[in-house]
């Protein structure tokens, strides 16, 4: 059902992710074609490529939405009531949560992920700044609170998330997935006690 | 020249490695064949099957001595006289520094160590096991001299090398080549403050 506040352009582009994403879970991204995405929409190949000049273009969009579900997690968790630490808890835990679901339920879309890093497309670099962010939020709220020592917050937040990218790069955490320690739990600890 | 208290068997096995490291550095440890190995060394392949089974053992041998090189240079940096977070900093900034050097000098033996760590060789874990003793010799010398809080020195060894990953991991560090910060002085202060 779509929403007729939307311009119909913005729904057929909302349309070809939607099902991009659903071909990228069940197919791979690599195997999918624009001609395969049309087909499922009842369209021409020709249509998709007045929204997207390429299939780069539609993999880089549905990865976005992807990385944009993290950030929509992560911005709740900031904006919540409590302490800072916990709510820096949270965020790795909930992180490591979205990426260990992915890989153990959705390989293929994982699959699409592990290239966007291995690959440094802009959404990854995307992220990662927005990232910062949230963290630097949390922080500064922290520091304000009296529960973190003062500091560069933006610099603590890129800090964090370097000590935290076993959690959340999709590779690393595939190589890491045999090393029990250190758990999400142990690592916030231990930039918590920094951060103090 | 040979030292000939050094069994022949050991020698010839020394050979192939030095001569697999150069081609590997010269052409790549993908291009490059036992027949190649061989040839270099005027020997048989069939010589060189009677020391390692396949090339995989040779390439994962070559591997373990570039690691093993590393590995070296810690256990003497912590050894050195000196406050625990010298050493600390000293051995971050030095493994930076060979993977660096590598990086921009040796590419394609970079290249062997970013496969070895994409498929998870198990010289890679050894490395990281060896890693982690020398940092909790650093750690505890540092609790034992009050310069860190007393603690599990094995666990705060691996989340210091976690922390620090995007240092030395073959593949991160290209990743991370374009990210300003933090800069491992940064993220060794990070990790100073949380051990204090």
Redesign the interface.
Known sequence: MKNSCVPKENNTQLDILGVAERLFREVGFQKTTVADIARELRMSPANIYRFFTAKAEISAAVCRRILGKIEAAAEQIASAPGPASKALRNLIASIEEFNARRFSSDRKLHELLETA??E?WPVV?EH?ENMDKILAQIISQGMAAGEFRTGDAE??A??VR??C??FW?P??MV?CA??P??TTD??ID??L???A
């Open positions: 890093y291995n440094n670099h990662s610099l603590a890129i800090l370097s000590a990218m076993r790069h590779r690393l190589e045999l090393d320690e250190p142990q690592m231990f930039c006690a920094s951060l």
